[in-house]
């Protein structure tokens, strides 16, 4: 379990990486750009996976622009931005109605 985005559980906010195992050439470019843990190289197919997903820094995209073949995707980063915002108005109706 990751930690906290601003006062929401980080596993509400689903942004993370996904490696696309066909163009993954297993270079490690990413796992040396970040410097959270997020990935794991797969030392049997010899490419990358995402094992700790929520280790991902909420609206981080760097370690796509380092993968030359362009196998690693995020989400829309303007609909993870309408989300956060939905959630968060969620969040400050409930401290309101509960005082918690
Ligand atoms: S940078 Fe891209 S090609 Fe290199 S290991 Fe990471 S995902 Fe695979
Ligand atoms: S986006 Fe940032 S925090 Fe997330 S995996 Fe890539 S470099 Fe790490």
């Given at each position: 379990m990751g930690k906290p985005y601003i006062g929401?559980?980080?596993?509400k906010i689903p942004w993370f990486p996904e490696v696309d195992a066909e163009k993954?050439?297993?270079?490690?470019?990413?796992?040396?750009?970040?410097?959270?843990?997020?990935?794991?190289?797969?030392?049997?197919?010899?490419?990358?996976?995402?094992?700790n997903p929520s280790n991902c820094v909420v609206l981080c995209d760097k370690c796509a622009g380092f993968c030359?073949?362009?196998a690693i995707s995020f989400p829309d980063k303007e609909e993870t931005k309408r989300l956060i915002r939905s959630l968060l108005r969620e969040k400050d109706g409930h401290e309101r109605?509960?005082?918690?």
């Open positions: 929401i559980p980080r596993e993954c050439i297993g270079c490690g470019e990413c796992l040396e750009t970040c410097p959270n843990g997020v990935f794991i190289l797969n030392e049997e197919s010899k490419t990358v996976e995402v094992s030359k073949v362009e109605k509960t005082g918690v």
